[in-house]
C-alpha cells in the first residue's frame, strides 16, 4: 500500500494566470485577539425542583471572540479577494451582489456548492472554516456555504463544533455530486508521477486508484489548494487530486476523470446567514437541532421517541463531546477520571418548525433535555449537480 504523509497548509503564491472575470479584492487573514465569552445553555424544568434537576449547563467557552485584524497577503492578484471592513461600506452604497463564504481557494468543491446555492454570488474564499463563520458574523460576507458531510467520509466534525460556538442559522442545504481528477502540469505523463497532494477525504476517496498507482499521498487544505501548489511550483513528480474546474482556472493536464472509488460521492453543503428564515410548509423542509441529555438508562431512546410517535423521520444523527463539561461522577476503578463524558446530540428531521408536528416534538424533548437549541428550519435539498 502507498504510504501517507502531511504537509503544512498551503501559503498562497504568485500567479500569473489571468481571469477576465475576477475583481481585484485584497485577501485577508483573520487574526484572534484575545476576549473570553460565556454561553449559558438553560435547561427546560418540567416541575422539579432544582436539588432534584440541574437547571443550566453554563460552557465556559474557548473560543476568542473578538474583532479581527485584515491584512493583505501575497498571493495572485487575479482571484477575487474578500474585502476589508473599510470597504464594506462602499460594497453596500454600490449594491453589490450577494457575497458568500467559502473555505478554500478558485476551483474548490465549495466554491461550487456556493455558486449553486446561490447563482448570482460573488463567492470568496476563506482559508479556513472558522474564516466563513467570522466572515458573516462580522458583516463581510452576507452567507457561508460550507460542508457538513459526505456519502463516503461522513461527517465534518470542526463544522458541527463550530455551529455550536457561532450563532450563525442554517437556511438552507445544498447537496453536490464530487467528481475527482487526477492533476498534472502540463507535459507530465502518469508514469512519471510519485506522489499526489489534496484534501485527506478526498485521498481517502481516491484510495484504491491511489493505492494502484502506487503513488505517496501528501495532505494539505483543500483539493483545489493542492492543484494551486502544484501549477504554480511546476512539480514535475506530483500530481493533485481536484476538480475538473480547477484544472481549468489552474492551467493543469487531466490525466484522469471520476477516480473516486465510488460514484456516488455526494457532499451535502450548509447554507448559513445571521438572521433565519420564516419556515413554510409549502415545499419540504428540514430541521436541524442539538441537544443534551442526562446522564441515564433509555434517555437517548426517550429523545428519539418524541420524533417517532409523531411519524417525524430522522435523516440524521451525530454526536459529539460536550467539551468542559465532563461529569463529576467517578469510577472507583480509574481514579482522577470521570466515569461518563457527556455529549450534544445533532439531529436532523424531515418537518417544517411551522408544522405541529415539531412543534409538539420540540416541546415534549425540551420536558427532559438539559439543553436544545434549533439550528435552522430550511428547505430540503433533493436534487444533485
Not at 427546560?44 to 440541574?54: A, L, M
Not at 470597504?87 to 453589490?96: C, I, P
Not at 493536464?253 to 477516480?259: E, P, T
Request: glycine share 6%; net charge neutral.
Amino acid at each position: 500500500m502507498a504510504a501517507t504523509t502531511s504537509r503544512s497548509p498551503i501559503t498562497p503564491f504568485n500567479s500569473g494566470i489571468v481571469n477576465p472575470n475576477s475583481k481585484l479584492n485584497p485577501f485577508f487573514t483573520l487574526k484572534l485577539t484575545k476576549r473570553r465569552r460565556n454561553i449559558h445553555f438553560h435547561a427546560c424544568s418540567s416541575g422539579k425542583s432544582s436539588n432534584d434537576k440541574t437547571q443550566a449547563i453554563e460552557l465556559q467557552k474557548l473560543m476568542q471572540d473578538s474583532p479581527y485584524e485584515f491584512n493583505s497577503r501575497d498571493s495572485p492578484p487575479s482571484l477575487p479577494r474578500p474585502l476589508t471592513s473599510a470597504q464594506l461600506s462602499n460594497l453596500a452604497a454600490e449594491g453589490s451582489r450577494l457575497r458568500v463564504a467559502y473555505q478554500g481557494v478558485r476551483g474548490a468543491y465549495s466554491e461550487s456548492a456556493a455558486e449553486k446555492a446561490y447563482p448570482n454570488c460573488e463567492a470568496v474564499p476563506c482559508e479556513q472554516f472558522d474564516t466563513a463563520f467570522e466572515a458573516v458574523e462580522r458583516w463581510l460576507v452576507d452567507r457561508a456555504v460550507l460542508p457538513i458531510e459526505n456519502s463516503l467520509g461522513g461527517s465534518i466534525h470542526r463544522n458541527y463544533d463550530l455551529l455550536l460556538r457561532h450563532r450563525l442559522h442554517i437556511v438552507g442545504e445544498v447537496k453536490l455530486a464530487i467528481r475527482h481528477c487526477l492533476l498534472a502540469n502540463p507535459g507530465i505523463k502518469i508514469e512519471k508521477l510519485t506522489r499526489v497532494l489534496s484534501h485527506p477525504q478526498a485521498l481517502a476517496q481516491c484510495e484504491n486508484t491511489l493505492t494502484k498507482l502506487g503513488l505517496v499521498r501528501e495532505a494539505v487544505d483543500d483539493t483545489a489548494g493542492a492543484a494551486k501548489h502544484v501549477a504554480f511550483h511546476e512539480l514535475n513528480d506530483a500530481g493533485a487530486v481536484a476538480s475538473l474546474t480547477a484544472a481549468k482556472i489552474y492551467g493543469l493536464d487531466v490525466l484522469a476523470q471520476d477516480i473516486q472509488d465510488d460514484t456516488d460521492n455526494v457532499t451535502r453543503f450548509l447554507m448559513l446567514a445571521r438572521e433565519p428564515i420564516i419556515p413554510g410548509i409549502d415545499k419540504p423542509f428540514k430541521t436541524s437541532i442539538v441537544f443534551s441529555l442526562e446522564e441515564g438508562p433509555g434517555m437517548l431512546f426517550k429523545a428519539l421517541a418524541v420524533f417517532a410517535m409523531r411519524n417525524i423521520n430522522l435523516t440524521k444523527i451525530e454526536s459529539r463531546p460536550l467539551q468542559k463539561q465532563a461529569l463529576q461522577t467517578s469510577d472507583d476503578n480509574a481514579i482522577g477520571f470521570p466515569k461518563y463524558f457527556p455529549y450534544l446530540f445533532y439531529v436532523d428531521f424531515e418537518a417544517s418548525m411551522a408544522d405541529e408536528r415539531a412543534q409538539n416534538a420540540l416541546g415534549h424533548l425540551k420536558e427532559f433535555a438539559t439543553y436544545m437549541r434549533v439550528l435552522g428550519s430550511y428547505p430540503a435539498d433533493n436534487g444533485l449537480v
